[in-house]
């Protein structure tokens, strides 16, 4: 029988918004968007522009962790826990990769009372002169670009069946390498241009749905 994982984008993904763009918003103000059209226009990698935009960013880690959890915009898709218990059940693994942070990730999940998971997101240090972040590969080495892709191909490797899950134009490469893909926003967009067979989803309850009838042996 093969081993299944499902790899899961977290913002916009598990949550409803972005979260770190929210902290953005709230502790650098606009100044930083400058350096998202550039990586949006692909003129600067996704690991270049948080070194940029969080090196802006000088709050304390308590201070944001305490936003994070207390603001009425930072909300998780329904379905989530369940989703997550529903993998358990069911021998299926759950690898969350995110180019977010994992400061937040992970007191989000403690919140939920979810634990035990993998998570791969960029590495926080703070300091007084700005956050200091940086995205570590598979084989520890740090990476600035190809985040994502580098775990698909890990589990890829591990032999296990890739179900990707994911909401942003950064989740597209990583769709391409796995055997199904859950789609919304943007990267539901990006893979009908691709002709990339996915299942669009709103919550988790539809992703559990979905993955009951993918008939996993």
Request: charged residues 25%; negative net charge; hydrophobic residues 40%.
């Amino acid at each position: 029988m093969q081993k299944t994982a499902v790899q899961l984008d977290f913002d916009g993904t598990v949550t409803e918004e972005d979260v770190s763009f929210l902290l953005l918003d709230t502790f650098v103000g606009s100044s930083w968007r400058k350096y998202l059209e550039e990586y949006s226009a692909g003129k600067i990698s996704v690991g270049v522009f948080n070194k940029k935009v969080f090196g802006m960013m000088i709050a304390d880690r308590k201070t944001m962790t305490d936003f994070v959890l207390n603001n009425p915009q930072v909300k998780v898709h329904q379905g989530f826990k369940e989703f997550v218990d529903y993998c358990k059940s069911n021998r299926i693994e759950v690898v969350i990769v995110s180019n977010g942070l994992a400061f937040y990730i992970e007191a989000m999940l403690e919140k939920l009372g979810i634990n035990g998971l993998d998570i791969h997101a960029a590495e926080n240090i703070f300091s007084p002169a700005g956050m200091r972040v940086r995205y570590l590969g598979p084989n520890g080495k740090e990476l600035d670009a190809g985040f994502k892709e580098a775990y698909t191909d890990m589990l890829c490797k591990m032999g296990y069946r890739v179900i990707y899950i994911g909401n942003g134009t950064s989740d597209i490469i990583p769709s391409r390498k796995a055997q199904y893909v859950c789609a919304t926003a943007d990267l539901l967009g990006l893979c009908r241009k691709e002709n990339l067979e996915c299942y669009p989803f709103n919550d988790f309850y539809d992703v559990i749905k979905i993955i009951d009838n993918f008939k996993l042996d």
